[in-house]
């Protein structure tokens, strides 16, 4: 079966640091891989998308600079939150699948829950 | 219901009952994903119905989709009280992987 395996599952950072988080995808390629936060009130903004060999595209609000993200061939693919501040609190999760197979279903890993004190 | 500035809903059942969330999208999609999040969980497709098929069964879920008033919805026949988590739809209006979330439903099933 498809599986994407997100780590680390939690993280406590201080403030003004950075951490970074992967994600795996087994038993399929993911094509294209997008990244979420999810707001303790649960509700998703999508921070980029990474499609293997395209430019990635960050929505609004969301920068290179702050979340880079690295998506290097079809299982892995890498996200880092520099200078986290209390604002980037969250769940932050990866999204993968491949438009080329038959079905359109996204993988979700577990998510990588970042805390910031 | 749940999209757009709506906040999350939350629905409290008893083991036994059925239950029907809804969703409505207000981009054109072609296919309308369902999926459920346990706590601290990443969220899990469910069920996922195509513009061309109005109804779609998976076990004791049901969905179904109307295209032209662009909604959906899920209903859960017997709920059991491991049904309870939140349930969210999600559309991906330009078929790449970048899905639009509504607000999600917290669904709880008191036995």
């Known amino acids: 079966g498809a599986l994407v395996y997100q780590y680390p599952r939690r993280t406590i950072c201080k403030s003004g640091t950075s951490m970074r988080m992967e994600c795996q995808a087994v038993?399929?390629?993911?094509?294209?891989v997008a990244w979420y936060r999810q707001s303790p009130q649960k509700t998703f903004e999508l921070i980029a998308l990474?499609?293997?060999?395209?430019?990635?595209?960050?929505e609004q609000n969301f920068t290179q600079e702050k979340f880079p993200i690295s998506h290097p061939n079809l299982s892995f693919s890498s996200m880092t939150v520099l200078n986290a501040y209390l604002e980037d609190r969250g769940l932050y999760l990866c999204?993968?699948?491949?438009?080329?197979?038959?079905?359109?279903?996204?993988?979700f890993g577990k998510g990588t829950r970042l805390t910031v004190v | 219901s749940q999209w757009g500035e709506e906040n999350l809903q939350a629905l409290s059942i008893q083991e036994g009952e059925d239950v029907t969330m809804n969703c409505s999208y207000k981009?054109?999609?072609?296919?309308v994903h369902w999926y459920r999040q346990d706590s601290g969980r990443g969220p899990a497709l469910i069920i996922l119905?195509?513009?061309?098929?109005r109804e779609k069964r998976s076990g004791r879920l049901r969905a179904t989709l109307d295209t032209s008033s662009q909604s959906s919805s899920l209903s859960i026949t017997a709920a059991q009280c491991e049904d309870t988590a939140v349930y969210f739809c999600?559309?991906?209006?330009?078929?790449?992987?970048?899905?639009?979330f509504g607000d999600g439903t917290v669904l709880t099933v008191k036995p």
């Open positions: 999204g993968a699948r491949d438009p080329g197979g038959a079905d359109t279903e996204v993988f």
């Open positions: 038993g399929f390629q993911a094509t294209s």
């Open positions: 990474s499609t293997v060999n395209s430019a990635i595209k960050y």
């Open positions: 981009t054109y999609t072609t296919v």
């Open positions: 119905i195509r513009s061309n098929e």
């Open positions: 999600a559309t991906d209006a330009t078929n790449t992987g970048k899905l639009t």
